[in-house]
């Protein structure tokens, strides 16, 4: 017989061997649930993931032909850490469209977004340290923030963003228990997972606080240049010029994720950290990458591509938004986003968004359940829903799903209590469609939960 | 050396837990000098199994489909010898209530319980029961599907409030739920392996979470989450007890060639009751029965390769 490689033996050997991080990087119920949304019959309207069928394979091709004509060798080659030049005067045009004027040399180009999450907490972060975050805030955000010890405290989001009073509450708190958060987290327009936009008063405020308590902000901005309606709100680090804010911008969302490119742009001496902090992950950005980048943005037609882009995801957007009228009982609210990729839908407080993925998953739909946007157990009864990934006939009919399944629900706790409650926590959209909106940002909001854990999940069987 | 078909991932809400047991599986059989022929189940699972007839098939499915009796049929059907539990012993250890009115008859404790399906209370007023259900249980009451493999829709309700939304959620996974008294003690797992005829029960297990007052899905599959003690620190009289309700569960649900038999020990009273028989038990780098075996130096491999064996031997095929 070959030799046992040992179970337990092998778990105390390697439990032993982890990282102190490592307890804090958890797999989960959800996670796992997610591994079978991946199904083909599935219609997941949980994916964060832009629409790149959209995408002409013809200019695929010319911008691949272009690079095995002209930079083959320095395409296959590493690269500088900070991008290449020609890629952060590319970044320079992006970034100038949403208002903000940057040289070069304020910007390193990433492996993503996602990387410069990563790579400014690396920078910040001690053990213990406390990051602000939104609640909800970015599910990907997350495994970040755990993954470096971080404490994360959360601010609630209404329709207007972050609530701003009740961060300098929080700050005030923290202050007086000796702990000095490193920086702010925020993704302003267009949240990830809730769709909403912060108020340009809150803006303003949110950089006057940092400034005030010498905080950094890292502002995420993936969504910026997806807006399907009203003006658009200037950007945390136009009002701050470059002092506390961070900025991060993305490439995945008006070109490809799968390119995997991101920038940030940061006070020389805090990019000169995330510089060595990126030596020290990946030694450069994909060169690859940043050549098709190039040689895209060379043809002059980005922004054709985007406002492309706009004008479909706001059709899947109002489609969205008009099944869950039909579909989704009174008792559920959900946000109307002037942009973005996501609607955040909030049911009431006795159903587990999680069990109901679970439910809905017979159904062959799929969502991502609220949790997985909080740090402290809120969350249960909301989902985050994205409109950009799937076609109207698609949307619609993942809505109609769910929706049955969620009045399934509502009904059958209606028949367990012997009534049905008017649900106070629950209030619906109620503009039509085509109302003029007052609130172009954000529309109606419904609250976002305020639920703490319940201690009422176990099993011992 | 036999062609070994080794069937894990499907749809079942268990697919990942699945696939690392499959996987680990795999390389255990490829070390036995087995042929394997790795499947992850989907539509075309009769078709591949019906083109390429394997001489065993290696059930490493957990959750519906494959623990409940249906993929174990399918292979009655075509004819291919496979591993663990037959269809009668799959279907009365996937339905929880099935196994504790079984349990109950044959005198071996299990915690109380009711059972109900949704029609119950949509259509014939269950709901009005409640009051008395939560009087005779008392709380906490342990909320669950019947039919659900993992601790995936178990929920915990501590007063008459959260039954309600308890009920909704186990509900999500099945049209049957069970409502449980919760006992408050020791979690134990006894793993079961057969060979030369004999049923004979693994060290017992006991399962501790190191950091949550419960036992949820995420600990029970990570490392270093939930600390694994085996053999458990029990009285001998308590183990012997143990492990002779787990035999005696296992052979009442006609049980085949291995399984896991879950147990608490109520710290109040000393008593035993046995929660579930599993028929497919997990076999990842966390899984209690590999553990067991360890413990009685029964090594991975040769822990699959019995397995295997007792498949042919049902099938009354010699192994090739």
Sequence with gaps: ?461 | MSRVAVLKGGNSLERQVSLRSGARVEDALERLGHDVMPIDVGTDLVDRLKADPPDAAFVALHGRDGEDGTVQELLEILGIPYTGSGILACIRSMDKVLTKHLLLDAGIPTPEFFAFNETAFRELGAAEALPAIEERLDFPIVVKPAGQGSALGIKFASSAEHVPAALVAAFSYDSKVVLERHVKGRDLAVSIIEGDGEVAALPIVEAVPREEDFYDFEARYEIGRTEFICPADLPETVAARAESLAVGAYRLLGCYGFGRVDLMLEEATGELFVLEVNSVPGLTETSLLPQAAEAAGISFDALVGRIVELSFERAGTPAA
């Design chain 1, 1 to 461: 017989m070959a030799q046992g490689r040992s179970t337990s033996r092998d778990l105390e050997r390697y439990a032993g061997l982890f990282a102190a991080r490592t307890r804090v990087m958890k797999s989960s119920a959800m996670r796992d649930l997610m591994a079978v949304t991946a199904r083909p019959e599935v219609i997941s309207l949980a994916g964060g993931l832009p629409d790149t069928s959209t995408f002409p394979p013809d200019t695929f091709a010319a911008v691949t032909a272009r690079i095995a004509a002209e930079s083959c060798a320095k395409a296959l080659q590493y690269g500088p850490t900070e991008g290449l030049l020609e890629t952060r005067q590319c970044i320079q045009e992006v970034v100038a469209a949403e208002g903000i004027r940057l040289d070069a040399d304020d910007l390193i180009v990433t492996t993503g977004g996602q990387q410069v999450i990563d790579l400014v907490t690396k920078a910040l972060i001690d053990p213990g340290d406390v990051v602000v975050a939104e609640a909800p805030t970015y599910p990907g955000a997350v495994p970040v923030f755990s993954s470096y010890q971080a404490s994360v405290v959360q601010i609630d989001v209404d329709s207007d963003g972050m609530r701003i009073d009740l961060l300098e509450e929080t700050l005030d708190r923290l202050d007086a228990e000796g702990r000095r958060p490193k920086f702010i987290y925020t993704v302003p327009s267009f949240q990830n997972p809730s769709g909403v936009t912060m108020s340009l008063a809150r803006r303003r405020r949110l950089v006057e606080v940092a400034h005030e308590r010498e905080l950094l902000v890292l502002e995420d901005n993936p969504y910026g240049l997806l807006r399907y309606e009203g003006e658009a709100q200037p950007t945390l680090r136009e009002l701050d010029g470059g002092v506390y804010v961070l900025y991060l911008g993305t490439f995945s969302k008006i070109l490809s994720p799968g390119i995997r490119l991101g920038w940030v742009a940061a006070p020389a001496p805090v990019l000169e950290k995330i510089n060595l902090g990126k030596q020290a992950a990946d030694l450069c950005t994909s060169t690859l990458s940043q050549l098709m980048v190039q040689a895209y943005f060379e043809q002059g037609h980005w922004r054709d591509y985007v406002d492309s882009l706009r004008e479909i995801y706001r059709v899947r957007r109002d489609t969205m938004l008009d099944a869950l009228a039909e579909f989704f009982p009174s008792e559920a609210g959900w946000t109307r986003p002037a942009g973005g990729l996501f609607i955040w839908v909030t049911l009431p407080d006795f159903i587990d968004t999680t069990d109901l993925l679970a439910r809905a998953l017979r159904d062959n739909v799929a969502f991502v359940p609220g949790e997985a946007a909080y740090l402290d157990g809120r969350g249960r009864s909301s989902m985050r829903l994205n409109f950009s990934a799937s076609d109207e006939h698609a949307i619609r009919e993942g809505i109609r799903r769910i929706g049955k399944v969620v009045r399934e629900q509502v009904a059958l706790y209606g028949t367990l209590t012997g009534k049905r409650e008017p649900l106070q926590q629950a209030q619906r959209e109620v503009a039509p469609p085509d109302a003029p909106l007052e609130e172009p940002e954000g529309g109606r909001v419904v609250q976002l939960p305020q639920r703490m854990r319940r201690h009422d999940r176990t099993g011992e069987s």
